[in-house]
């Protein structure tokens, strides 16, 4: 299923910057990053529960926000792209 994670993290903090930096290395295990604070996540119901998991551990809840939005398994037709596409879609053959 496809998973869209955004994300706001307070960086007000050295504290702050950390939790930033690693909420991204969490999201970029599981997806792509297509904006700043947005990953498009291709998981499976167990990705999915981990990655809130992993993510639940590093937030602080007064001052951060992660969004989850379930776009499901037939996402092709929910996904729209205005200006550049900088990435691949996930489920195109990527060549090295």
Known sequence: ???LVTYDVS???????KRLRQV???C????KRVQNSVFECMVNNEEYILLKHCLEKIIDR???NIRFY??????QGH???MGIKRIFELDEPFII
Do not use: C, F, R, S
């Not at 379930?70 to 996402?75: E, F, I, T």
């Open 70 to 75: 379930n776009l499901g398994n037939k996402y």
């Open 1 to 3: 299923m496809l998973i």
């Open 28 to 31: 970029a295990k599981y997806g």
């Open 24 to 26: 991204a290395k969490i």
């Open 79 to 81: 996904v729209e792209i």
């Open 62 to 64: 007064k001052v951060d």
């Open 11 to 17: 960086t007000l903090t050295a504290a702050g910057e």
